[in-house]
């Protein structure tokens, strides 16, 4: 079954908006690019745990090259990092669509 880092990450990043009130974009997003508990980057795996990391990104392996295009990574160098650094790579590069459609969502039932 293929892992779906998006809606795992929503619910990451839901989570970390009920402990704040914080509702700015970018502030959210400097601070969650470095959070262990939404991308992992501040450590350097958000798994802590290579063969999870390893099930994260077996079938999206396309998402890997679409961040590492993204942040001109080379794709031999990150697959010889391991997948920890995979899986935070895809982390960091979902973010800020992620944070965007959670923050429109939040608006959305705030107005209901």
């Given at each position: 079954m293929k892992y779906n880092y998006f809606e795992a990450m929503k619910e990451d990043v839901k989570e970390y908006l009920k402990e704040t009130n914080e509702r700015d974009f970018q502030t959210l997003y400097d601070n969650m690019f470095v959070d262990d508990s939404i991308t992992g980057n501040a450590s350097g795996s958000y798994t802590f745990n290579t063969w999870?990391?390893?099930?994260?990104i077996a079938h999206n392996m396309d998402l890997?090259?679409?961040a590492l295009e993204e942040f001109d990574g080379d794709y031999g160098e990150t697959l010889e990092k391991g997948a920890e650094n995979c899986d935070v790579i895809?982390?960091?590069?979902?973010?800020?669509?992620v944070l965007q459609e959670v923050l429109e969502e939040l608006e959305e039932e705030e107005e209901e």
């Open positions: 999870q990391a390893e099930e994260n890997l090259k679409e895809i982390r960091c590069y979902l973010l800020g669509q």
